[in-house]
């Protein structure tokens, strides 16, 4: 799905980190799952867990484990990142996010992240995959408020002094939509995250594209 002659010339470009840049999806429905299972829980579904990727953590949790007494919640959250971090190693950037960051970063685009992980959790990912020098600026869950709230793109546009009309937000789950739906921006939503691409086309993205060169493709023709 290419974007059409009347798409918005953009000049910031808002990331959601998993499932869009990293290939973490999977990895993270298995670290819910066991979080759960700690406290003696029944685990949530693949579909259960996937569906709240993108959420902050605290927000996700209260979501899917709702027979979970509130007390426990935090122990849930932490049991979540021992199981994530045992296994982040595994998992690494989808193909060609490098080249696509690099390339459009030298096209004069603003290149942000807004994401549900925490600020700690960010910044090991972007340590890990060695991006940081590619982004003007992030937001994250923990320092401002989760999706699909809009303060968390409000504050890149300001940071950056760009109009909700030239950024678009980019992600793999309806919270990504809804967020940019919510702040007044266009939106592009990738299909190979967390969340089915059949519940995009409801918030009208500008794009639903099928791997990161096509993503990379459709991003590159909004530089007018």
Same mark, same amino acid.
């Given at each position: ?9 953009? &000049?910031?470009?808002a ?9 973490? /999806? ?10 759960? %299972?700690?406290?003696?829980a ?8 996937a569906?709240?990727?993108?959420m902050?953590?605290?927000? &996700? ?9 509130? #007390? ?9 990142l ?43 990912? #972007?340590?890990q ?7 003007d600026?992030?937001?994250? &869950? ?7 709230n809009? #303060? ?9 002094d760009?109009?909700?009309?030239? /950024? ?20 592009? %939503?990738?299909?190979?995250? &967390?969340h089915?691409?059949?519940?995009? %086309? ?8 099928h791997? /990161? ?7 590159? %023709?909004?530089?007018?």
């Amino acid at each position: 799905m290419q974007p059409t002659s009347s798409s918005p010339n953009i &000049a910031l470009l808002a990331f959601d980190w998993d499932g869009t840049l990293f290939d973490s /999806t999977a990895l993270i429905v298995q670290a819910i799952q066991n979080a759960v %299972a700690d406290v003696g829980a029944a685990p949530p579904s693949k579909e259960q867990a996937a569906w709240v990727i993108g959420m902050g953590l605290q927000d &996700a949790i209260a979501h899917i484990g709702r027979d979970i007494p509130k #007390l426990k919640i935090p122990v849930v959250m932490a049991r979540y990142l021992y199981h994530y971090s045992k296994l982040q190693d595994q998992v690494s950037l989808f193909d060609g996010t490098l080249d696509m960051l690099r390339d459009l970063k030298n096209q004069g685009f603003y290149l942000a992240v807004a994401t549900g992980k925490s600020r700690r959790g960010l910044n090991e990912a #972007l340590a890990q995959a060695d991006l940081k020098q590619f982004f003007d600026a992030t937001r994250t &869950a923990d320092e401002t408020a989760g999706k699909p709230n809009p #303060l968390m793109l409000h504050e890149l546009m300001e940071e950056l002094d760009v109009p909700p009309e030239r /950024t678009l937000m980019i992600g793999d789950t309806t919270h990504d939509l809804q967020l940019a739906a919510n702040a007044g921006t266009p939106s592009m %939503a990738v299909s190979f995250g &967390a969340h089915d691409s059949a519940s995009f %086309a409801a918030f009208s993205p500008l794009a639903i594209v099928h791997s /990161t060169q096509e993503l990379h493709q459709n991003l590159r %023709a909004l530089k007018t």
